[in-house]
């Protein structure tokens, strides 16, 4: 079973951009997809992003492609988000999470789900 622990969430001014990670321990982290979510206070987990195991394939959710960018390096067992021109719209929780499941942009196909890290981006 892989366990998982984001960091590097925190405060930034809007324009400002913030690196997270996802560091994973097990010894079958890069047999998996993963990706990022977020959930703001209110609101239902929301997909940010997604990559698979061998880094070949990413995906985005409308509202950050050309901002974010996911990233992973298996011999660091670490994911990565970085996050650039950031708006306070996307102030929310942070998870990393495994995919388990048979599609790229739904919660339920992800497992093992992180701590979270809070992001909050201020105007």
């Known amino acids: 079973q892989v366990q998982l622990v984001e960091s590097g969430g925190g405060l930034v001014q809007a324009g400002g951009s913030l690196r997270l990670s996802c560091a994973a321990s097990?010894?079958?982290?890069?047999?998996?997809?993963m990706g990022w979510f977020r959930q703001a206070p209110g609101k239902e987990r929301e997909f940010v992003a997604a990559?698979?195991?061998?880094?070949?394939?990413?995906y985005y959710a409308d509202s950050v492609r050309g901002r974010f960018t996911i990233s992973r390096d298996n011999a660091k067992n670490t994911m990565y988000l970085q996050m650039n021109s950031l708006k306070p719209e996307d102030s929310a929780v942070y998870y990393c999470?495994?995919?388990?499941?048979?599609?790229?942009?739904?919660?339920?196909?992800?497992?093992?789900w992180g701590q979270g890290t809070q992001v909050t981006v201020s105007s």
């Open positions: 999470a495994v995919k388990i499941g048979a599609t790229w942009r739904e919660s339920r196909s992800y497992d093992h």
């Open positions: 097990g010894r079958t982290f890069s047999s998996y997809g």
């Open positions: 990559i698979s195991w061998n880094g070949g394939s990413t």
